[in-house]
């Protein structure tokens, strides 16, 4: 076992956080359960690209409780919680990651993590199935296949499958419907809200909230706005969302009018310039700026610092802007994705649906041979997590008679 943290002495501090999410993930435990006794991973290496939190502790656990070896990196500089990577350091776990990383630094620690040889991939944004196939093609023939956790990965594999580049299959976690609509709408929404408080303390009552994108992520967070307050303006290119969007009450309008009027411009679409130049430098005095998408590409860091005379740092995670124009910009995590460089990430009970997807694509890919390129989680899994979730809440629901099940299978019946 080899490391690369920030401070092992943190570690028990770390044990106490993945406890607690570990409390409240039951349907992951439950998957871990049937994984201690069956061993469906014995001796398969799980190479790691996520943020490294207590959530994502508990995920590797369960994989290793299941028989198999493990190495974890970041899949983002400033998401680790260094007392998690510490507490999974001193459990025996391969774990090179730290909060504050350098580009440099991040990809490094990628490569350790290939180091190991890993027999499947589990990714959050897809460095590490960039990374395998732009510098390490070598390791791809032992590869039996890998798992996309976010939106703006599945985007990159996409395209990466429309170019025939992408040489081993990949299970599209995210798109599963107990990932997207529960921790992209109701994780986003609530983390990202969070981190914003965290870095700002500021009122949301009152404020005009501008939200760009309206994708399942864009939904959440508009949502959790408007119930603390917030009169929400939502930007979008898709016709069918902007619609969707205006009938659920929100205003839409083109990013130049937004920005102009926004007191907090939050970005959540997966795509690059969503708030440009010329925006910032129509934004009323004392806009604050943050990102919810998975990279740093969203808000234009470079044209802030073009527009600017002066940049302070005047909270933890808060970059004050001074522009040439005398208004005072205020920028949440370096424009990172503010709800986890900033505050926790998703609660641990909506996080426990889409590590319990991940633990069984990986189950799925280690029993299954498949082609390569982008899958779709099968439904059998999505239809387990839910069941399991329900039982968990002591939730009970219906079951089809067999008449209710002859009706939906016939053609013939009709008034």
């Known amino acids: 076992m080899t490391y690369n943290v920030k401070d092992i002495k943190l570690a028990k501090k770390g044990q106490k956080k993945i406890d607690w999410a570990e409390n409240h993930m039951p349907v992951l435990l439950n998957i871990r359960k049937d994984f201690e006794r069956e061993k469906p991973l014995k001796d398969i290496c799980v190479g790691f690209a996520l943020h490294v939190t207590k959530e994502t502790a508990a995920l590797v656990r369960t994989l290793r409780c299941g028989g198999a070896k493990v190495a974890i990196t970041s899949c983002n500089p400033l998401s680790t919680q260094d007392d998690v990577a510490a507490a999974l350091a001193e459990d025996g776990i391969n774990v090179y990651a730290w909060r504050g990383e350098t580009t440099e630094e991040y990809y490094e620690n990628i490569d350790r993590v290939l180091d190991h040889k890993p027999e499947i991939t589990i990714d959050d944004g897809a460095d590490l199935i960039f990374a395998i196939h732009s510098k390490r093609p070598e390791l791809i023939e032992g590869i039996r296949g890998g798992c996309e956790e976010t939106t703006t990965g599945i985007v990159r594999l996409r395209a990466m499958e429309k170019d025939n580049a992408l040489k081993y299959p990949v299970l599209a976690v995210n798109d599963a419907l107990t990932k997207y609509m529960f921790d992209n709408r109701y994780g986003t929404g609530q983390s990202t809200l969070d981190g914003i408080l965290r870095a700002t303390s500021v009122l949301l009552a009152g404020k005009v909230f501008v939200v760009g994108g309206y994708g399942w992520c864009g939904k959440g967070i508009a949502m959790r706005a408007k119930g603390m307050g917030s ?33 907090i411009c939050v970005t959540a679409t997966g795509d690059a310039d969503v708030i440009r130049k010329e925006h910032i430098g129509e934004m009323k005095n004392g806009a604050i700026l943050a ?59 909506v996080m426990d649906m889409s590590f319990a997807n991940q633990a069984l694509a990986v189950k799925y890919i280690a029993d299954h041979d498949l082609e390569p390129g982008v899958h779709e989680i099968p439904k059998e899994i ?12 002591n939730i009970e629901i219906d079951i089809l008679s067999e008449r209710q099940r002859e009706y939906l299978s016939s053609w013939k019946e009709g008034t």
């Open 382 to 393: 999505d239809e387990r997590v839910a069941e399991l979730k329900l039982q968990t809440m």
């Open 231 to 263: 009169s929400v303006v939502i930007t979008e290119v898709d016709p069918t969302r902007a619609l969707e969007a205006v009938m659920d009450g929100f205003r839409v309008m083109p990013m130049r009018e937004a920005a102009k009027i926004g007191d």
């Open 291 to 349: 990102n919810s998408g998975h990279f740093n590409v969203e808000l234009d860091v470079s044209g802030l610092d073009e527009l600017s005379i002066d940049k302070t740092n005047i909270r933890e995670n808060v970059e004050r802007y001074k522009l040439k124009n005398g208004r005072y910009v205020y920028l949440l995590a370096e424009g990172r994705l503010v709800n986890l460089a900033a505050a926790e990430g998703h609660p641990s009970e």
